[in-house]
């Protein structure tokens, strides 16, 4: 019998695990899936001489959380490593967009486009640096951030207040507007805005792009070295080492309720594991509520606002092996780890509403990583690992293309659509078809088949939109770990602060559990020392 079980041996389920471990609980993690890591993993399916990451694969998040650095994952074997070049976004006249974590190199890179546009970007890093240690404590942290709230609210006003404010939660179209007079600003904060499901018109989609744009300038976009699941495995040793079990190959299909309160869990094999203490959910916030938690112990008015939970985009990914480089119009696309496939802000525009219609883009923006240009052993030298995703509706309702793919992602239209994206980076990189000497489809149910929290191939576990964060995350009302059920914590990144490979959700859950047994534990020796004083009284 353990302290603790944790559903879901993805980071968030694993930082969670380590946390209690390292408190003195004992603590067993239940994972579905044959191998641990959820949306953290790696294979050599494409071609064995190349490695090769399922999901995600770059962490500017991990390099800038405080979670996983505490954690100290070096000591079990971690290494990062960095491409030349954060970030490319070419143009098909040539010009190319960079991001380097050598801010004077991204700054000249700007200027080209229009002068001026270089200092304008140092005045957005000047203010990333007087906000960046309250801004990582408020995203770190359990919602209300209530002392990183304060110390971010004081840095606000030194740098300027209620003007940024509303800057941050501009569309990112009007902010690169407003902020840079040529194109390159503009894309680089476009394109990382849609790293989440944020159109370049969404409310705060200048304040993620802004984000996500200055973690880059000022962490990378690193990945573990040997390829993603590097970091998963780091996470399960240090875990091992402090008496923590992972079982892989166990889906769970019931959180077991006892006179109200989370006391374990039911297998699909049929065993019923308890859990003294607590039982953490590395789960979907629709899954938990939706199936593993009976009915009857959850509020009806969460039950009502689950079915308004909206999911990101639904995710189209292709891997490759390449017998070479991908030989780029641009050759500053050839040092970036990362590089953004469209022909500008209106096509970013244009490829977001025929989502939003329901319609699969007939010119899809691709993100492209080159794996063994940021980390040489992903494939034999003069090799390159590569992949790229771009982002489909979830209901289709047609197809922006002339191929009429209806969305039931069958093998042609499968085959169809990774044409598609290959036709899309072709483009800028005449030739690249040539060097294919291996592909893998992963379109959005074979995602979900990998992992359950995929829901459709949606990587972020819910929108990253304003109506669905802080307090609204994942409904009205909530921005916490506890959940309705007394013992059981909500640890996904269906939680505050969301998607993205950090480790916030599973430590606040991991926190929220202890804090909760300490107080519980004080209050029943409180009540066992009045009993005492009163039978002394008498």
Aim: charged share 20%; net charge neutral; with cysteine.
């Amino acid at each position: 019998m353990a302290d603790a079980v944790v559903i879901g041996a993805g980071p968030n389920g694993l930082v969670a695990a380590n946390l209690l471990a390292d408190a003195g609980w004992s603590v067993e993690v239940l994972e579905a899936q044959d191998q641990p890591g959820g949306a953290v993993r790696h294979d050599r399916g494409v071609d064995p001489d190349f490695a090769s990451d399922l999901f995600s694969a770059f962490y500017p998040l991990a390099a800038a959380s405080p979670v996983l650095a505490g954690l100290h994952l070096e000591r079990e074997g971690l290494r990062w490593s960095h491409a030349p070049k954060v970030l490319a976004h070419p143009l098909p006249d040539g010009r190319c967009a960079v991001l380097s974590r050598d801010l004077e190199e991204t700054a000249a890179s700007l200027e080209t486009f229009a002068p001026g546009d270089g200092a304008a970007w140092k005045e957005l890093q000047k203010v990333w640096d007087t906000l960046r240690p309250g801004i990582l404590d408020a995203l770190f942290t359990p919602f209300p951030p209530v002392r990183a709230g304060a110390r971010l609210a004081l840095r606000l006003r030194t740098a300027g207040g209620l003007r940024l404010a509303r800057t941050m939660l501009l569309p990112v179209r009007r902010m690169g507007e407003e902020e840079f007079g040529g194109e390159g600003g503009r894309l680089l904060l476009a394109g990382n805005a849609l790293h989440a499901d944020l159109a370049p018109e969404a409310a705060g989609s200048g304040g993620f792009g802004w984000l996500m744009s200055m973690l880059g300038q000022t962490y990378g976009f690193p990945v573990p070295t040997g390829g993603s699941g590097a970091l998963t495995s780091a996470l399960v040793r240090r875990l091992a080492h402090r008496g923590g079990t992972v079982r892989c190959g166990e889906r769970v299909t019931e959180v077991v309720v006892r006179n109200g309160r989370a006391v374990g869990v039911r297998t699909a094999g049929g065993e019923a594991v308890v859990a003294r203490r607590a039982v953490l959910a590395d789960v979907s916030a629709p899954a938990l509520y939706g199936s593993l938690v009976a009915e009857q112990h959850l509020p009806g008015r969460l039950l009502a606002d689950l079915k308004r939970f909206q999911w990101d985009f639904a995710t189209f990914k292709v891997d490759w092996a390449l017998n070479g480089p991908v030989p780029w119009t641009s050759p500053e696309a050839a040092q970036a780890g990362t590089v953004h496939l469209a022909d500008g802000v209106d096509a970013l525009t244009r490829f977001a509403a025929q989502i939003a219609t329901g319609h699969i883009p007939d010119e899809p923006f691709a993100l492209f990583g080159q794996m063994t240009t940021t980390d040489p052993s992903r494939s034999p030298r003069g090799t390159e690992s590569a992949w790229a995703y771009t982002h489909v509706p979830h209901r289709v309702q047609g197809d922006a293309g002339d191929d009429k793919l209806t969305g039931s992602w069958d093998a042609r239209e499968q085959e169809v659509m990774a044409d598609r994206v290959e036709a899309q980076v072709e483009r800028f990189a005449p030739g690249f078809r040539d060097l294919i000497r291996a592909r893998r489809i992963l379109a959005p149910p074979t995602l979900e088949s990998l992992n359950a929290n995929l829901h459709g191939g949606a990587i972020n576990g819910g929108t990253t939109a304003l109506h669905q964060q802080l307090v609204f995350r994942p409904t009205p009302g909530t921005g916490r770990p506890e959940t309705p059920v007394p013992g059981l914590y909500l640890a996904s990144a269906s939680a505050h602060p969301g998607g993205g490979v950090h480790g916030a959700p599973g430590a606040n859950a991991a926190r929220a559990a202890l804090h909760t047994h300490r107080t519980g534990a004080l209050a029943h020796l409180q009540n066992r020392l009045n009993r005492r004083d009163r039978k002394g009284q008498r």
